[in-house]
């Protein structure tokens, strides 16, 4: 009995521990501030890699077209992955309605992810690289402006943006709650370690980077069979480059908005993606983070449960709880402050337990179901 206390001890000082590190270093970070009018010369090129995103893509393009940067320097290049609806009209409609520099790439058959972007690159004369996934937004007429600017001012090779998950979701649904929540907790994460040069989470949905990073990597080469990790194993490339040069955009106006999964199928669906990924990440950070967050939640709910047959929850129990809820609560609470958005903390309480049993399915479920892209 004394050693599996023991276990859950450790198990909990580790949890906190890796949390309360990646917070320290997330309050750090300096909030990049844009400089009043400022100049770029960068040559940039956006990459949106789309299929079937009849539904998304119009709203991706116009809010580039919004933005407040210099037409000259901006290339845009859509990549349709052999969609099987309208996107491709509705893109290529959209993109000839605007004065803009722009290329469309088709693909007569899928290919996915990697190879769509590999080709765009390929094609693109620009310095910097921005991808974007076609189920993005942004109502933030600087966003570009803001990425172009903190590569320029800070020489940063691979540039981590921040994301949202679509506010406007954020009431009435469980499912919508739930990912916000968690997207939210990595954001404070993925800065935080970011500080301290040891960044292992990133998303491709808000991305940038050089050209010739890109090629010094030799693209995707390393991974180009995983169907996934354009993002995080593009990052341990980079890493092994000069970590020195990657960098967390600590600025609200330069993170775009995705949609929430609605339904738990397409959820599950877009974790074991995910999870096929950091299955094939050479950085023992993740599968270390994983088994401490598995136990963490497996615990919780031993505890929770032994508490309800029992009606009892002894100290033990109690202490294990709430120092779980209050590291959750404190990356939280910096995130609803970095994104300028009151979190609904009367979900807090009820989701949290909710929170592990999805952890557990997920976790459980990434082993038997194989990854499959759009």
Known sequence: MLAIKIIILLTLISYVGFLLFGAIGFIKTKTFSLPENVINKTNTCIII?????????????????????????????????????????????SLRSQNFRFQIISNSQKEGKK??????????????????????????????????????QTQSQFIIAPVEIDPSTSSGSVLSQLQIFENNALAVIAGGFAFYKKAFLCNGANLAFSKKLFEKTNGYKSHEKILSG???????????????????????????????????????????????KFNANPNQTNALL?????????FTLFFLLKAAFTLHLPLFGLFFILSRFLIDFLLLFLASGYFKRPVQWLWFLPLSPLYS??????????????????
């Open 49 to 93: 890699c789309a299929r079937n995103e009849e539904n998304n893509i119009e709203a991706c393009l116009n809010s580039i077209y919004i933005q407040n940067f210099d037409k000259e320097l901006l290339e845009i290049i859509l990549v349709n992955d052999a969609s099987e609806d309208s996107t491709l009209t509705k893109a290529t409609n």
């Open 115 to 152: 190879n769509s972007i590999t080709k765009a690159i390929q094609a693109s004369g620009a310095e910097l690289i921005i991808t974007r996934d076609a189920d993005t937004f942004t109502n933030d007429a600087s966003w570009l402006k803001t990425i172009v600017t903190f590569y320029e």
């Open 357 to 374: 049993v999805y952890v557990l399915i997920i976790t459980m479920l990434s082993f038997v179901l194989k990854p499959n892209w759009k």
């Open 230 to 276: 354009d993002d995080v194993l593009f990052l341990e490339d980079a890493k092994k480059i000069n970590s020195q040069k990657i960098s967390y955009l600590k600025q609200k106006n330069a993170s775009i908005i995705t949609y929430p999964q609605k339904t738990f199928t397409n959820l599950l669906q877009q974790k074991v993606r995910w999870a096929s």
């Open 290 to 298: 994983g088994l401490i967050v598995f136990l963490v939640h497996f």
